[in-house]
């Protein structure tokens, strides 16, 4: 984690600034002292998550953006996706080693739904590097392609409907990024998910990245080569307890066992997280239980809801 980044957050907190703090490829938005909205051109951003989950059509936000949010900041989902977009950002912008650069600015007008300390979020980043296993990391989200295994180990793997969704969204050439852009989810989910399916077999672990090589006059950057296709995964579409086996002997996860958790399912429940254990830094509206379709697509994890 980015030191700099995050002591800058903390120093900005403290003094209850307003404005945009730029690092690498994406910009936290504070107002006085809290964070109100992360972007980073690694991730998908929260105007595509509202029009995914049905919360808003892209007309809508491009006039709260104008300044007219109108009926838009009274929808309870919005509070969620926001939550989820700031931490699936500030994920990626934490583990960079980019210098922060902050700017005072107007007030973001998503401060009314959405202001969380910087402790906090930083906290919460740091939890999920805990979590951190397996060959993926942060970095490699936009430079690897996602590769499907050239070769089935095993009979029967019981998949996730995500899971599912994104292995057949593999195909040599796009990246966690690119995969999670396409299917608009977030990509911190989606890599979760893609290290769970490195880990049962079925994704090839990521080529070793070259460093740039510096020479008088050239650039010189290698890229991986792209390998062969899955021809066919058979995916079982029911449940298994959880802690119990697959039929192939692989252990399901279930929900609480934390490094092998759906991707998405992390993503939702890092927002129940935040609010239980930073109640006193940050007290939103109360709101009434989101409906169990929103549910479903944050969570991407369908079988386990059905």
């Not at 926001?82 to 931490?87: G, I």
């Not at 690119?178 to 989910?189: E, F, N, Q, V, W």
């Amino acid at each position: 984690m980015s030191v700099a980044l995050a002591d800058e957050l903390h120093r900005l907190g403290a003094e209850g600034s307003t404005g945009v703090l730029r690092a690498g490829d994406g910009e936290f938005h504070l107002v006085r002292g809290a964070i109100a909205s992360v972007g980073c051109g690694r991730t998908i951003g929260l105007d595509r998550l509202v029009v995914e989950a049905g919360v808003a059509t892209a007309e809508d936000w491009r006039r709260a953006g104008a300044g007219d949010p109108g009926p838009l900041l009274d929808e309870p989902q919005l509070e969620t996706l926001a939550l989820l977009s700031v931490f699936d950002a500030a994920y990626f912008l934490l583990a960079s080693a980019a210098e922060p650069e902050f700017r005072p600015a107007p007030e973001h007008w998503l401060a009314p739904v959405c202001h969380i300390a910087p402790r906090a979020l930083v906290h919460e980043c740091e939890r999920r590097t805990d979590n951190d296993h397996g060959p993926w990391t942060a970095d490699l989200v936009t430079m690897v392609p996602v590769v499907p295994a050239r070769r089935i180990k095993r009979n029967q793997v019981v998949l996730t409907g995500s899971q599912a969704e994104i292995l057949a969204a593999a195909d040599t050439r796009r990246s966690i990024a690119d995969i999670a852009r396409d299917l608009g989810r977030t990509t911190y989910g989606c890599l979760v998910a893609v290290r769970d399916l490195t880990a049962a077999g079925l994704i090839e672990p990521p080529e070793p990245v070259a460093e740039p090589v510096q020479r008088p006059g050239r650039h010189l950057a290698l890229a991986p080569e792209p390998a062969a296709t899955l021809t066919h995964v058979p995916v079982l579409p029911r449940r298994i307890p959880s802690g119990s086996a697959g039929p192939a002997g692989i252990p399901h996860r279930g929900t609480g066992d934390r490094p092998g958790r759906h991707a998405i399912d992390e993503e939702a429940t890092a927002t129940a997280h935040y609010r239980g254990t930073h109640a006193g830094a940050y007290e939103p509206e109360r709101w009434q239980q989101v409906d169990r379709e929103t549910l479903i697509r944050l969570r991407a994890a369908l079988e386990e809801l059905a």
